[in-house]
């Protein structure tokens, strides 16, 4: 009997690999988790609770979190980005989801997006995605994403601000010690500056179907 199938999509902040994930999820009949979500949840609840996740402890917060919380609609903003970053840096934080994670693909299978999904959560996984994009091209994304009014007159130094947020987060996110962002070694990279969100689907499908359909998965 096959294993059950295991999709990591892994990649920088707003490169597409949500839609991407969600969508093959979808096209898959596979569970789908952002794991970013947890780690996004966390740093919500301590910024909620007036700590400052550069200097406090996290794991308290990882423990007590629940599906409302991964509902919440204020998880996309740039602060809860840098609490989100700030309490994936810490051990014990990391040790406490990656169970969760973990628990949430081994019987059924399922498509994961998060930064380590192919390097830490899931190694084994049949299929392993790199999604990446220019940090110019996932500026503009992310400020379309958040912004009431794209019409706004300060629209580019906003793009640009956003821009810098995502390097600086990059690079803290690449550089940190425990479960670093970067491609699984055979992980297969997709850029999708210039790919529609239906051509880096049709892409991924093709990878997917070519990888599981050999190891007899799917």
């Given at each position: ?79 809860v980005d840098r609490a989100a970053s ?133």
């Open positions: 009997m096959s294993r059950a199938l295991v999709i990591a999509v892994d990649g920088p902040a707003a490169a597409g690999k949500g839609t991407l994930a969600r969508r093959l999820a979808e096209a898959l009949g596979l569970p789908y988790l952002d794991t970013g979500l947890l780690y996004r949840a966390v740093g919500r609840r301590m910024l909620d609770a007036g700590l400052d996740p550069a200097t406090h402890p996290a794991d308290e917060q990882a423990r007590r979190v629940t599906p409302e919380d991964l509902a919440r609609g204020d998880l996309r903003v740039p602060e700030l309490v994936a840096a810490q051990q014990a934080v990391r040790a406490i989801l990656v169970d969760v994670q973990r628990d949430f693909a081994r019987a059924s299978g399922g498509v994961l997006d998060g930064r380590d999904i192919g390097t830490v959560i899931f190694p084994e996984a049949q299929v392993k995605l790199f999604i990446t994009a220019s940090p110019a091209a996932r500026a503009r994304r992310r400020w379309e994403q958040l912004a009431r009014d794209r019409n706004a007159p300060d629209r580019e130094a906003e793009i640009a601000r956003v821009e810098a947020e995502l390097v600086a987060r990059d690079a803290a996110d690449a550089g940190r010690a425990v479960a670093p962002l970067k491609a699984a070694e055979d992980a297969v990279v997709i850029d999708t500056d210039r790919l529609t969100a239906e051509q880096v689907l049709a892409e991924a499908l093709r990878l997917v179907r070519a990888r599981a359909g050999a190891l007899g998965t799917v």
